[in-house]
Structure formats: structure tokens, C-alpha cells
């Protein structure tokens, strides 16, 4: 062993003063060290600290990490799909400042659920997620969000919320580079919208997949979030089918992939690099990414912007229904199995469905022979397809099932029914008669002003029964009970009570509720 040398013979050395918490410091090191030493070298005096790398024993164990699959990250994917991400930006008119009354508007149809729910979740301001910044009360208010190119020339896809009234549209691409843009048409109902870029004819773009996704597959969304162009987030798939109270084509994707204000329209991609989703929304009560967002279907978006390329709009398939879930209750009152189907609330006068023999109380169960799960699902099926075609229904009636032939129309621009919910008159009655067990007080329809002439008036409900908790009103009609038309509160009683006779757990009855219609299941007591 190599003698060390007597430090203190050399002339500039001078011994440090020592303290005693320096000491125990010092010894506290060694102890550590020590510890590790003990650990590690197992207390060889032959080892070095660079001995180590070069034993035996570590070659065999980096043989054997190398063996274990490492990590796959998302580089190669984003290298190649990120080109076809764009930027978004638009210039839109006061329109969508506060006005005089101080108010908030939006790109969205005021009382619309798509307006309510951005101005929910769409973070502050009440804007939705693609649109933030500008001038409030004067001037032009700017807005961003994100996109994605369809094809060379220069076709791209975004939401229709982004474009939305826009005067000007301006796209940035992966490189920097800046082109105006046109909007070729949108489409309110599915919140996408189709623009061309010009100035270019061989962008790179992104393929629509034609498979669903799977929950649970990972996810990246690539996009514009507050303005930083080019951000990629991943994820994975956590639900699928979601309704945000949109519209009856609610079917969204749901992610957890960070996505923010700025990210709608932009592309959801799979780890084949291909566009699973559009991102349109996020739940945020905050106004950031909890890690919820709804990404829009590539099969929507195809068949959307398929129309929208060839004639700017969209047209669907319309039957003329108001339709509402079969719940359990409603399917125990017609005596069904299962809750499936789409409940008739009421067909359109004049409409496909009544002029086919449809009434209320029908359950449409299936189309074209491919059973219908839900309202929704009708909604969406029927909406699919071409005005002008004709489709076979399967319709449970009154019990029996039957097979009816529609040709759809086409569905209005406005679905929406204008409600009179002014009952101001109808308050002036006597005030009714009991309908024991239900905690409703009734009187027939003509004679209280302003109700109509068919059916009987809800006067008073007890806010302790089940119709209470069932939604019934002062002011509802109740139109229909277990099938039969009411005119008074004894036919009421007599059908109340053969229902209960039959066995019946709950009665299904009409309501007329303002301008629409509706079925509501409610229990009956026992006895």
C-alpha cells in the first residue's frame, strides 16, 4: 500500500481550527458514506468507485435491462401527422361583445344548450373555448382556435363555434407560414365547419380513421391552446357515447389529454396517426384542463364534411316525432322487458311518421331491421340518412309490434317549438279535484280559460308526492292515462285504477307541458 505523505512538513500547510459541530458533520458524511460504502462495495478495500462500471456483475445486469421493453414514446407519430395542424384565427364583429344591456353574446343560438353549456365550461368571459381576447363593447373581437388539412389543396376542418360569423379567417401552418382562408360551409348541429385555405395546392394532411376507438387507446391532441401553436398533449380514450346536452347528435368522444381554450377544432390522433376526433369541448369550471374533453367522431366528420364540400350544408333524414328514453318505469308501464327504444311523446301533424300511422305512446325499437338502444340513437340513425329514402320501422303499438315504411323528409332549419309557458289564465279556476295517491288536484281542460279543450288540468300538486318528484306542474295538461284519453278526474281514477289492477308498478301518462309533449311514468301506491 502506497504511503501518504506528511502534509504537515510542507511549509505552506497550516492544520484547520476544528470545531465540534464540524466534526460530527464531518462524521455524519462519513457515516453516510459509509453506509452506502458497506452497501455497495460490500467493504472490498480492492475496489475503486470507478471499479464499479467495469465488474462482471453490472455487465450482467445491463444485459438484462436491455432486455426489458422500454418506454415507446410519441416523436415518430408527431413528427409525421403535426404538419398537418393549422392555427385559426379570426376577426369577428362586435357580435359576440357584451351589448347595451350588458349581456353576453355567443356564437350560439341564446338559450340553446350549446350556448349554455360553454358558457358553463367555456371559462371566462362566457366565450367558448375557441375564442378568447379583443375588445369588449366596441371594435372587433379576435378569436383562435385550431384545425387540421383534409387534403392537398388545401381543405381543413375546424369547429363550427371557431368560424362562426368570422369576417375574416386567417390559418398559420406547422412552418410559420400565414394564408387567408374561406368558409366553405358548417354545420351548428355537430359544432364542425369546412374551410379552404388558399395560396397552396400540396399541404400535408391527415387521414379520418375509419375504425372506433377503443377507451382506453392513447390519444394525442395537437392544436393552438391560448395561442401556442404546435402544442401536443396525450392521453387516452376514458368514455365514449357521451352526451353534453348539445342536441340529439351528441356522441362524443371523451379524453383525458390536456386540451384548453384555443385546441377546438383541432385533431384528435391515434397512434396510427390517423384522426379519431375532432376536440370541440371541455368540462372546466375553472376555465383549464381537468382532463375531461369531447372530441366530435371521424364518422361524423366524415359524413359531415362530406356534404358540406359538395353544397356547403347539411341535410338529414327527419320522420316528424318528438321522442323521449324509455326509462324502466315507462317500460314497465307498456309492459316491455327492457328499456330500449324511442318513446312517440308526439308526431307532427302532416309530418312522415303521422301520415305512416304513428301516434303517441308508440316505441319505434328498430330501423332498417338494426335495433334502436335509445332516443339518441334514433336521433342519430335517422339523421344519417338521406331525405328521400325510405326506411322500415319497427314500432311497438299498443302492445303489438308492427312494421311501418317511412319516407324521410327533410329536417327543418328550426326544430325548436316555441313553448307558451303563460299560464297567467289558468290559475283562475276552482281549484280542482283529488286523484288519491298521487298527490295531484285536477280539473277538465275546458273549463279552465287559456288550457285547451282536451284533457284535464293539473291545479295543484302536493310537493311531498311522486308526481312532485316526476316534474308535474301547475298548469300541465294531462292529456293521456295508461293509453286512454282523460277528460275528467274520474276517468283519471278509472284508469289509475286499472292499471293497478293489472299490476302495473307505475302509470304512464301524456303531459302537455307549454307547447310540446311528453310521457312521465309515475308509481302507484300500494293499496
Known amino acids: 500500500m502506497t504511503e501518504r505523505p506528511d502534509l504537515s512538513t510542507l511549509p505552506s500547510y497550516k492544520a484547520p481550527k476544528r470545531s465540534l459541530f464540524s466534526a460530527r458533520k464531518l462524521a455524519l458524511m462519513a457515516s453516510v458514506v459509509a453506509g452506502l460504502g458497506a452497501a455497495t462495495y460490500g467493504f472490498s478495500p480492492t475496489h475503486n468507485p470507478a471499479d464499479l462500471f467495469t465488474t462482471p456483475a453490472h455487465a450482467q445486469v445491463n444485459n438484462e435491462v436491455k432486455k426489458v421493453q422500454q418506454p415507446v414514446g410519441f416523436a415518430d407519430i408527431v413528427e409525421r401527422v403535426k404538419p398537418s395542424v393549422i392555427s385559426v384565427k379570426v376577426n369577428i364583429r362586435e357580435k359576440v361583445a357584451k351589448d347595451d344591456s350588458g349581456n353576453d353574446d355567443s356564437p350560439f343560438q341564446p338559450g340553446s344548450p350549446m350556448e349554455r353549456f360553454f358558457r358553463r365550461f367555456g371559462g371566462p368571459d362566457g366565450l367558448p373555448p375557441g375564442l378568447r381576447g379583443g375588445p369588449r363593447g366596441g371594435g372587433v373581437v379576435t378569436g383562435q382556435g385550431s384545425g387540421f388539412f383534409i387534403s392537398a389543396d388545401g381543405y381543413a376542418v375546424t369547429n363550427n363555434h371557431v368560424v362562426d360569423g368570422a369576417d375574416k379567417v386567417e390559418v398559420t401552418t406547422d412552418d410559420g407560414k400565414t394564408y387567408s382562408a374561406k368558409v366553405i360551409g358548417t354545420d351548428p348541429r355537430t359544432d364542425l365547419a369546412l374551410i379552404k385555405v388558399e395560396g397552396g395546392s400540396n399541404f400535408q394532411f391527415a387521414k379520418l380513421s375509419d375504425t372506433k376507438p377503443r377507451i382506453g387507446d392513447w390519444v394525442l391532441a395537437v392544436g393552438n391552446p391560448f395561442g401556442l401553436g404546435g402544442t401536443v398533449t396525450a392521453g387516452i380514450v376514458s368514455a365514449s357515447g357521451r352526451d353534453i346536452g348539445n342536441g340529439p347528435y351528441d356522441d362524443f368522444i371523451q379524453i383525458d389529454a390536456p386540451v384548453n381554450k384555443g385546441n377546438s377544432g383541432g385533431p384528435a390522433f391515434d397512434v396510427s396517426g390517423e384522426v379519431m376526433g375532432v376536440n370541440t369541448a371541455i368540462y372546466s369550471p375553472s376555465g383549464g384542463s381537468v382532463g375531461i374533453a369531447f372530441s366530435i367522431p371521424a364518422q ?228
Open 300 to 527: 361524423t366528420v366524415k359524413s359531415v364534411v362530406a356534404q358540406l364540400k359538395d353544397k356547403g350544408s347539411v341535410s338529414r333524414g327527419w320522420i316528424g316525432v318528438q321522442i323521449q328514453p324509455v326509462t324502466s318505469d315507462i317500460a314497465d308501464s307498456l309492459g316491455m322487458k327492457k328499456a330500449e327504444g324511442a318513446l312517440v311523446a308526439e308526431p307532427q301533424a302532416n309530418g312522415p311518421a303521422a301520415k305512416a300511422g304513428i301516434e303517441s305512446g308508440d316505441v319505434i325499437t328498430a330501423v332498417n331491421g338494426e335495433p334502436v338502444k335509445d332516443a339518441r340513437e334514433l336521433a342519430r340513425t335517422i339523421g344519417g340518412l338521406a331525405p328521400g329514402n325510405a326506411v322500415k320501422l319497427n314500432v311497438l303499438h299498443k302492445g303489438q309490434d308492427k312494421t311501418v315504411s317511412i319516407t324521410l323528409g327533410q329536417l327543418p332549419n328550426n326544430l325548436e317549438a316555441k313553448a307558451d309557458t303563460d299560464n297567467s289564465d289558468k290559475g283562475n279556476s276552482s281549484r280542482g279535484t283529488d286523484v288519491p295517491k298521487l298527490g295531484l288536484t285536477v280539473a277538465p281542460a275546458n273549463s279552465v280559460a287559456g288550457a285547451g279543450k282536451e284533457g284535464v288540468v293539473v291545479t295543484e300538486v302536493d310537493p311531498k308526492s311522486a308526481a312532485a318528484e316526476r316534474g308535474f306542474k301547475e298548469g300541465d295538461v294531462i292529456l293521456e292515462v295508461a293509453g286512454k284519453s282523460v277528460g275528467t278526474a274520474g276517468e283519471v281514477r278509472d284508469a289509475i285504477t286499472a292499471a293497478r289492477n293489472d299490476n302495473k308498478n307505475s302509470v304512464l301518462m301524456r303531459v302537455k307541458s307549454g307547447g310540446s309533449s311528453r310521457f312521465v311514468a309515475v308509481p302507484l301506491a300500494k293499496g
